[in-house]
């Protein structure tokens, strides 16, 4: 099997294998979210969309937890429909990373973004483990397979970007070579013109072999 098919099947394999590990679910999303997650078709664009979704989730998560202080107030059923709206966001943003891999769509920029502020919401899960509120026994699993299902997506937005880089290198490589060849044509077009050219005159000058002579003696 080749190199290529290989690491193909590695990554979707990661990103299939990590989302069946939690309940498939749509994430419950307002009217305008889902407008500007469906009217997002560019490939790194909509991972973009799915990251401040799921970054609005956690930040209601860290300010709820900050602020949780109304004891007439459900803060435990809050908390988990919060980590699992953001764990649902994940795996959709995990499936459409699968599609775009498997259609070749370039999600360079959108796994740019998601390498980059990934780590933070990571850090941001870690944290709320490390320093458990009075709510923290009924979230804490759901708490904990966030953290994981993140591992898991920065995982494989890892080896898809690495195969994302190749793949579009290798295609930005070929484009230069054959604008490249193009431009060899051009020159080697535009040389044997100009020696059809010099030859057409001294043609005319000597006269074209095998004409009759109409100069009278």
């Not at 407008?35 to 790194?44: H, L």
């Not at 998601?114 to 944290?127: D, I, S």
């Not at 591992?151 to 937005?157: M, R, V």
């Given at each position: 099997m080749k190199f290529r098919q290989v690491l193909a099947i590695a990554i979707v394999g990661h990103l299939a294998a990590s989302a069946r590990a939690l309940p498939q679910q749509h994430a419950?999303?307002?009217?305008?979210?889902?407008?500007?997650?469906?009217?997002?078709?560019?490939?790194?664009?909509?991972?973009?969309?799915?990251?401040?979704?799921?970054g609005d989730r956690l930040g209601k998560f860290e300010a709820g937890r900050a602020s949780a202080t109304d004891p007439r107030y459900d803060y435990e059923s809050y908390f988990t429909a919060l980590l699992t709206q953001y764990i649902e966001l994940n795996d959709e943003m995990k499936d459409w990373i699968e599609d775009q891999h498997e259609r070749g769509g370039d999600m360079r920029g959108g796994l740019k973004a998601l390498l980059e502020q990934g780590p933070k919401q990571l850090e941001q899960l870690r944290g709320a483990e490390q320093n458990p509120d009075k709510y923290y026994a009924s979230y804490s699993h759901s708490l904990q397979d966030a953290i994981d299902d993140l591992t898991d997506t920065l995982d494989g937005a890892s080896k898809a970007m690495?195969?994302?880089?190749?793949?579009?290198?290798?295609?930005?490589?070929?484009?230069?070579?054959?604008?490249?060849?193009?431009?060899?044509?051009?020159k080697e077009d535009k040389k044997r013109g100009k020696e059809e050219k010099k030859l057409r005159k001294r043609e005319h000058k000597k006269g074209i072999p095998g004409a009759e002579d109409d100069n009278p003696n």
């Amino acid at each position: 099997m080749k190199f290529r098919q290989v690491l193909a099947i590695a990554i979707v394999g990661h990103l299939a294998a990590s989302a069946r590990a939690l309940p498939q679910q749509h994430a419950a999303l307002s009217e305008e979210e889902e407008i500007k997650i469906r009217d997002t078709q560019d490939p790194g664009e909509r991972i973009k969309v799915y990251l401040e979704i799921s970054g609005d989730r956690l930040g209601k998560f860290e300010a709820g937890r900050a602020s949780a202080t109304d004891p007439r107030y459900d803060y435990e059923s809050y908390f988990t429909a919060l980590l699992t709206q953001y764990i649902e966001l994940n795996d959709e943003m995990k499936d459409w990373i699968e599609d775009q891999h498997e259609r070749g769509g370039d999600m360079r920029g959108g796994l740019k973004a998601l390498l980059e502020q990934g780590p933070k919401q990571l850090e941001q899960l870690r944290g709320a483990e490390q320093n458990p509120d009075k709510y923290y026994a009924s979230y804490s699993h759901s708490l904990q397979d966030a953290i994981d299902d993140l591992t898991d997506t920065l995982d494989g937005a890892s080896k898809a970007m690495n195969a994302q880089v190749k793949r579009f290198g290798e295609l930005k490589r070929e484009q230069k070579l054959e604008a490249q060849e193009v431009k060899e044509r051009a020159k080697e077009d535009k040389k044997r013109g100009k020696e059809e050219k010099k030859l057409r005159k001294r043609e005319h000058k000597k006269g074209i072999p095998g004409a009759e002579d109409d100069n009278p003696n």
